[in-house]
Each structure stands twice: as C-alpha cells, then as structure tokens.
C-alpha cells in the first residue's frame, strides 16, 4: 500500500517553507507522494484566503510541476463550505496508508479541529518542526520529522507584496511570476 502524505493548508500563496517540508516528509518518514489539498475555506480562520480558488490553485500547479512525487488534488475546492480535515481524510482514505502533515502551529490547533480523534484514527499525525511553534505534547500521538527550518509564512508574503516588495527566492519562480502578472496580494 502507498503511503500518501496529505498537506492541507490555504496556499494563499504555497511558498518554499511548503515545500521544503514537503520534500523533506517525502525524504525522511519516508512517503511515496505527498498530495497537496488547498482549502476553500480553513474554518478557523476568521477571514477567507485573499487570492481567489482559481489563482491559488494555478500557483500550486505552477509549484508542484517538477517534482512528480508531488500531486495536487481540488478536493477542498470542489466541495461545498468550510474545509474540514476530516471529510477529507475519508474521502482520501483508499489511497493507501495517510499520513497528515503539520506544521507545529497547525498541530497546536488539532484540538478545536472537527473530530480530532476520527483524524487520529485515519492517518498518522507528521508534524514539520516550526521555528516559534511549540513542541508537540507527547500526548497527542504525533511523530515529528526533521525539516529545514524556513521562519516564512503566507502571511508575512502578502503584506510584502501589499507594501509593492517582491516575492522573488520565497516562492518559487513561476509563482513569482503569476503573482506579478495577475497583480495578486497588491
Ligand atoms: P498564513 O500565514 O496565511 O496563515 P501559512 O504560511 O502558515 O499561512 P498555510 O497554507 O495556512 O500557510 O499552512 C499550511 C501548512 O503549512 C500548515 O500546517 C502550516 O503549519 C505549515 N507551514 C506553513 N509555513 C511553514 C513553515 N515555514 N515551516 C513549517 N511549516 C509551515
């Protein structure tokens, strides 16, 4: 059976700490794929993502491209509502054996997720050291991965590009070059 490694997150916009822990769950666990799934909506997060479904979706396209142990899949964007983790994992669940990747931040979250437990039970919990995130409690099943430590967020992307900087070397360069073309995140 395959061992799929299932990275959730908005992607608003995928970055290199993405995909570095990525490849380095895919090099180090070790894992057959990891299958990148955008969220239409996260539920905890109290605004929606800024770029549309659509241009985050071409982004990751863009960012996936030359790694073919990467996939990409609409599952979230495709599904009506808020994206919870959990219809994700079931309806993933034949794929072959999941594992879940998080960052620390993420995993500090898993609490206030709908039905931890159920996640818990179908897919192994990765989490991606996170420089300023806590180490995770011992109790919360979690199996911890050597990644490089990127101190990059989404976040902090966006509000460069809002003050006109650019995001050139934080992601990779086709991305660059829709958020430049498409005027994205000014
Ligand atoms: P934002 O800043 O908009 O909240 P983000 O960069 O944290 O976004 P998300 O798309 O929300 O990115 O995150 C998807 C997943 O990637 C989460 O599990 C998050 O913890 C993890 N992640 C994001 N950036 C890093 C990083 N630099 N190092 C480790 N994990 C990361």
Excluded at 81 to 96: I, N
Excluded at 143 to 155: E, G, N, Q, W
Aim: without cysteine; hydrophobic residues 40%.
């Amino acid at each position: 059976m395959s061992r799929v490694g299932v990275f959730g997150g908005t992607f608003d916009p995928v970055h290199v700490g993405h995909l570095a822990i990525a490849l380095a769950a895919l090099e180090t666990v070790p894992l057959d794929e990891v299958l990148f799934v955008p969220a239409r909506r996260s539920p905890l997060k109290d605004r929606g993502p800024v770029a549309s479904a659509e241009d985050r979706y071409a982004m990751l396209v863009r960012a996936l491209g030359d790694e073919p142990r990467f996939g990409l899949s609409r599952i979230e964007l495709d599904r009506e509502g808020p994206s919870y983790t959990v219809d994700t994992l079931e309806a993933l669940r034949e794929e072959g054996e999941l594992f879940l990747i998080l960052g620390g931040d993420a995993l500090a979250e898993l609490p206030r997720w709908r039905s931890p437990e159920r996640i818990r039970a179908l897919a192994t919990i990765l989490v991606a050291r996170r420089p300023g995130a806590p180490e995770p409690d011992p109790s919360s099943g979690a199996r911890t991965f050597d990644a490089p430590a990127l101190d990059i967020s989404a976040r902090e992307l966006r509000a460069r590009a809002a003050r006109g900087l650019s995001l050139r070397y934080l992601v990779p360069d086709g991305v660059w070059q829709h958020i430049e073309h498409h005027g994205l995140y000014r």
